[in-house]
């Protein structure tokens, strides 16, 4: 038989945070997160937020992306499962930088350059290497703990 942990309200709670915080710490620009978790029997679940943050503190996403991602970061914040996020961050006239967190006991934890570069540049599912992209900085993510 198969044990699932389902989060708490206070996952939930955190996890809304957490999008917040991710949100306001990219900055304006085009941002798309990747949130793979990992489940029993070495099957994953992965979810994608796509949000344009504007000026006036405005962000444009679709409602249906945020609660799916929401969930499933409550879902890490259990300390369950093992999970991973990327970030990617696109600004006018900007090069790409890419963040990455892996999550401790259902703590985002973020990833040094070489670290996101590794986590960007593997296949989630299959564990094999992807091709890096030419215009792509791999930066030191930043932390998501208030």
């Known amino acids: 038989m198969a044990y699932h942990v389902m989060p708490s309200p206070s996952d939930h709670i955190r996890a809304a945070d957490t999008v917040e915080q991710l949100l306001e710490r990219a900055g304006l620009g085009d941002h798309r997160a990747v949130l793979v978790v990992a489940a029993l029997f070495g099957t994953s679940t992965i979810r994608v937020l796509e949000v344009d943050r504007l ?11 945020m609660i799916e991602f929401t969930d499933l970061l409550a879902a890490a914040m259990t300390g369950a499962h093992s999970a991973g996020m990327v970030l990617r961050t696109i600004r006018e006239g900007e ?11 259902g703590v985002p934890v ?37």
């Open 55 to 65: 000026e006036g503190n405005l962000i444009r996403a679709s409602f249906e992306e």
């Open 95 to 105: 090069t790409v930088k890419v963040y990455a967190w892996r999550f401790n006991s």
């Open 110 to 146: 973020p990833l040094g350059k070489e670290e996101a570069e590794t986590a960007y540049t593997t296949d989630p599912v299959t564990g094999e290497l992807i091709p890096t992209e030419g215009d792509v900085e791999y930066a030191e993510a930043f932390s998501l703990l208030r």
